[in-house]
């Protein structure tokens, strides 16, 4: 630690811990002419004066000299090479001082209290990144704040109402309160309203915060602060609400804002200009600080600790890629469909959002009972993606019911998928409550490739991509051995789609007539010859509703939608099973 004479233009290195003398520390904000080190093993005290910077150095000496200190230390006076040393310690130098002066350079000194207040409420100081940790990091009545022209107005304990509300930081922690106790979210969301200079300095502001150790690379830009939230995943892995960012809303609203599902069981499908279908998507942790905003009220559940240790699974979540981890959640029973956004080509898709449940919950909940839900949007690859909104519940023990269903999910930012010509993409595959879909099946000998989650089926190229593609089996559900197939061709003539429902009897091995309908045995094969229920679906655009009193209803549209503006297409189709489409 390199420290400033208090009485004498020089500087003393103290290597060993034990060495350090008793010291005052300066807490401030940079200008544009600050001495540093590099001025002062280069410029003359003289020439050292004439900055702009150097006058508060000089009346911070003279204070502690006032204060009986033979040493003080400032910011500006670490090296380049010493840099990474420097920031990994100074929660600990600011700790460890005698005493805190903080300078308001931009507060002038008034005996009115409510003037004063006032004018601390607009200073720039509250407003910086590296100021956060230098004003929790000193015992409360070691922190000294001064006006602009070094007049004292008191300490962090006589402000403590004021800084508060300034800062959003509990009571408690200005008073002296262990940081552990805080949780992930809390922390951030001190910071989330303060700025830095330097990009990386929104993560390194906060590593003595965290108590977390790691180099500086500047010139990796946001990319620090994702590493700052994995540091943070390994030190402290039951603590989700690190995981808890984001715009928070009651369960209540959040399927106005993840959905309109008016839009959604109708024959007109839903269109991308719809307001609900802006959904972004990302990976587990956050940006910035920012977006913990609203988070300061979210703190660790007790059950955090019991989930992992009835688990199979570590409670540190595994990296599979860039801001891509697997890790172990609760998932929540109910789920919700979202409208998801294709870029290319322009539609709004109907996707599953899943529920996790985080393992946290809300401060000014006394019983405990509120939960923390993560929407999970199906993102491709086994891979699930968060929107920016989160959820609250405030029902009895959400979390003591959540251990029995747990699950390891993969949680990546969203994959922009590059379609070709020839794809088939289900804008909506839909099936009502008195109708199950229990799988699917490629053609054998197929070249398409179906990723269900997403409703994308590949195609393999024009050269290979005629003939049968799919097939889909749904289950009536009042009934448990009848149901349909729905199977999907590709004609070489056009690349026209051809669609055949067929009735399926899941139960004995003999097909069945009844009530006009031929019912096929599954594992028999249905003859796909069949043309009871066939369609060959006209260019560019067609529909079909099949009709039939003892079978759902099913109504698909398929529309041939162009891309990148050329001869290239890919084919959107719209099936919904079930559903009385009558009046829409």
Known sequence: MRLLHASEWRMADFISDDAIPPYAILSHTWGLDEVTYHDWRNLSISEAKLKAGCAKILAFREQGVRDGLEWVWVDTYSSSAELTEAINSMFRWYTNADVCHVLLSDVEATSDRVVLEDRMAKSRWFTRGWTLQELLAPPPEKLIFYSSDWTRLGSKTDFVDIVSSITRINKQYLQGQDLRHASVAQKMSWAALRQTSRLEDVAYCLLGLFDINMPMIYGEGSRAFIRLQEAIMTSTPDDHSLFAWGTILD??????????????????????????????????????????????????????????????????????????????????????????????????????????????????????????????????????????????????????????????????????????????????????????????????????????????????????????????????SDQDDRGISIVFHRLSTDDQMFIQVIPVNFSGQERIESDDITWYHQSAG??????????????????????????????????RVSIDGGDLFVDVLDLLIGFNLDSS
């Open 251 to 476: 369960e209540a609203d959040i399927a106005s804002k993840v959905t309109n599902n008016s839009v959604l069981f109708q024959k007109e499908p839903p269109r991308p200009d719809s307001a609900s279908c802006e959904l972004e998507l990302f990976g587990l942790l956050a940006a910035s600080p920012k977006d913990f905003e609203h988070s300061g009220n979210i703190i660790v559940s007790q059950e955090a600790a019991r989930f992992y240790k009835s688990s199979d699974n570590p409670s540190v979540p595994t990296k599979i890629g860039r801001n891509a981890f697997r890790l172990d959640l609760p998932m929540w029973d109910q789920k919700m469909l979202a409208l998801y956004h294709w870029k290319e080509p322009n539609i709004a898709q109907s996707r599953v959002l899943a529920y996790a449940a985080l393992l946290c919950h809300f401060e000014d909940d006394p019983s405990s009972a509120s939960s923390v839900i993560l929407p999970l949007l199906s993102n491709g690859g086994w891979t699930m993606s968060r929107p920016r909104t989160l959820c609250y519940r405030r029902r009895q023990q959400i979390i003591l019911l959540a251990v029995s269903r747990k699950k390891t999910v993969s949680i990546a930012p969203e994959i922009q998928i590059n379609v070709r010509s020839g794809d088939i993409i289900f804008r909506r595959l839909l099936c009502a409550s008195t109708v199950q879909m229990v799988d699917y099946h490629m053609a054998a000998g197929s070249w398409y490739d179906f990723d269900s989650d997403i409703g994308l089926l590949s195609s393999p190229g024009s050269q290979h991509r005629h003939d049968r593609i799919l097939r889909l089996n749904c289950k009536i």
């Open 526 to 559: 249905a003859p796909e010859e069949t043309s009871m229920f066939s369609h060959s679906m006209a260019l560019p655009f067609d529909e079909w509703h099949v009709k039939k009193s003892s079978m759902p209803d099913v109504y698909l549209r398929a529309e």
